[in-house]
């Protein structure tokens, strides 16, 4: 099988910024929409932030000017620039991908990966 690996979470001071990678365990073909949501503490998971294959791009509202979400097609990854982070922001962060191709013949949906947790402090 295959997992999707982020890194790149910690703690930050309100103000600042963090970049999160995305990136599969193992060798794949190709990954449709990759996205990043996010589970305060206590709450529900969210969507922040989604790219398809073209690289059209979509934003929460409450991150929309702060996080820019890219993704290298050829490397299979994508990752989440985080500015001018607030408490708010607090949670953990995870990517998530609609459909990955493994093989040829093998496909995996609805793929999560193990989570980052992103702290931000005042």
């Known amino acids: 099988q295959v997992q999707l690996v982020e890194s790149g979470g910690g703690l930050v001071q309100a103000g600042g910024s963090l970049k999160l990678s995305c990136a599969p365990s193992r060798s794949i073909l190709s990954i449709n929409t990759m996205a990043w949501y996010r589970q305060p503490p206590g709450k529900a998971r969210e969507l922040v932030a989604s790219i398809t294959n073209d690289g059209t791009a979509d934003y929460a509202d409450s991150v929309k000017g702060r996080f820019t979400i890219s993704r290298d097609n050829a490397k299979k990854t994508a990752s989440l620039q985080m500015n001018s982070l607030t408490l708010e922001d607090t949670a953990v962060y995870y990517c998530?991908?609609?459909?990955?191709?493994?093989?040829?013949?093998?496909?995996?949906?609805?793929?999560y990966g193990q989570g980052t947790q992103v702290t931000v402090s005042s």
């Open positions: 998530h991908a609609d459909r990955i191709l493994i093989t040829k013949y093998q496909a995996a949906f609805d793929y």
